[in-house]
């Protein structure tokens, strides 16, 4: 499953993530991913349901926090990302995009 929160802020900010890595933190070397349940917490979907939230928040002036294979995928999808946006971190993937 899929987590989603869409956070109203300047512009609107929305945090996906895989929902077995909430609340973890990882490292390599000096960088850190860290998915925090304080940002990251939010509504529960499947993937069908991830792709329809991404493409209505795509038309917003809207920053993305992704982390997570399935949500990566998800984003993809949904076509709001490029496979060379994507980095990794103890091969979690994750992006940040500003659309």
């Known amino acids: 499953m899929?987590?989603?929160r869409v956070i109203k802020s300047a512009r609107y900010v929305v945090a996906v993530c895989d929902s077995e890595l909430l609340g973890k933190k990882f490292e390599e070397g000096k960088f850190q991913l860290d998915v925090k349940e304080s940002f990251f917490l939010g509504e529960e979907?499947?993937?069908e349901?991830?792709?329809l939230v991404m493409n209505r928040m795509s038309r917003e002036d809207a920053t993305?926090?992704?982390a997570g294979k399935d949500s990566i995928n998800a984003a993809l999808k949904a076509g709001i990302?490029?496979?060379d946006s994507i980095k990794k971190i103890q091969n979690i993937p994750y992006t940040l995009?500003?659309?």
Do not use: P, Q, S, T
Request: hydrophobic content about 65%; charged content about 20%; cysteine-free.
């Open 81 to 83: 990302i490029e496979k």
């Open 2 to 4: 899929i987590i989603v």
């Open 97 to 99: 995009i500003l659309l």
């Open 45 to 47: 979907m499947n993937e």
């Open 49 to 51: 349901e991830a792709i």
């Open 64 to 66: 993305f926090y992704i």
